[in-house]
């Protein structure tokens, strides 16, 4: 059983939890991810490892509420706790040796994004952080991530925070100015992920995508998280979840990841009404 010390709304859709779970966080590495149950009976879902401090022995979960189990885990409190809580499971991102990278996040995939960033912050990497969101009320994190970046650029599709338009405006405005990076990292929606790596490719800047977005059971036995990466069939949860991302069919990715979207739906609006019961 792995206790919640501490419980953080983000925005209305998104929550932060820092869990007591000492042997994770003593071998805990950026990109890694977890598997919880949230009781004895309940769906493994893997999250990846959004922080993680050594010293106090707790990893820190950031989870989007999409489905039956986030629906649960978000309805548990600081002082309550979670029945299995697994890992770190995969592989970490690969960071040894970069001197300039830019790191671009996309929504909840900004939390997975943020402990790249402050690794690179650590050795010496300079970093540019673009995140990008819908809107003002969905932004997270934006104080974490300025203090990790030599520069951090917040873009939100109606302009309602930062500036108005895509990452990729500002990413393909920074390489234009002549920014020279070794490496662009991007973690967030599939398409997001797609066009940054588009763009990337187009002017030959090596890019790494993480495919946590599509993981479900995180061991490779679902099947769920198989995608083609330079011709080869792949799995994120066991190969990855960061792959090259010029390598990565995308639009194959994207139209597998939309397979269980109708069961999901029903899934949490059945556990909604089951809570919604329980109030009663």
Request: proline fraction near 4%; glycine fraction near 10%; hydrophobic fraction near 40%.
């Amino acid at each position: 059983m792995y206790q919640i010390l501490r419980k953080e709304a983000l925005n209305p859709t998104v929550t932060l939890m820092e869990v007591m779970a000492p042997m994770i966080a003593k071998k805990a590495e950026p990109g890694q991810f977890i598997i919880l149950r949230v009781d004895e009976n309940g769906e493994r879902i893997p999250l990846t490892i959004a922080d993680f401090d050594r010293t106090k022995g707790t990893i820190t979960i950031i989870f989007q509420i999409v489905g039956a189990t986030t629906e649960a885990l978000n309805h548990l409190n600081e002082g309550d706790y979670i029945h299995d809580f697994a890992g770190p499971l995969g592989r970490k991102t690969e960071t040894e040796g970069l001197k300039r990278v830019a790191v671009v996040g996309g929504g909840v995939g900004c939390a997975i994004a943020y402990p790249v960033a402050k690794r690179l912050h650590e050795q010496g990497c300079k970093v540019d952080t673009i995140a990008g969101f819908r809107s003002q009320d969905l932004v997270i994190l934006e104080d974490e991530f300025k203090a990790v970046s030599d520069r951090m650029f917040l873009m939100t599709d109606d302009g309602s925070a930062g500036e108005k338009g895509l990452v990729t405006d500002a990413l393909k405005k920074l390489i234009e100015e002549g920014t020279q990076y070794d490496e662009v990292i991007t973690i967030g929606p599939l398409i997001m992920m797609k066009f940054v790596c588009a763009l990337t490719k187009k002017y030959d800047i090596k890019t790494t995508a993480s495919m946590n977005p599509i993981m479900i059971d995180g061991t490779g036995m679902c099947g769920g998280c198989r995608l083609s990466v330079g011709g080869k069939t792949k799995f994120a949860c066991v190969d990855g979840p960061d792959f090259d991302g010029h390598e990565i069919d995308f639009d194959e990715a994207i139209a597998r990841s939309a397979t269980y979207k109708p069961f999901e739906r029903q899934a949490h609006t059945d556990v909604c009404n089951l809570f919604n019961m329980e109030v009663k």
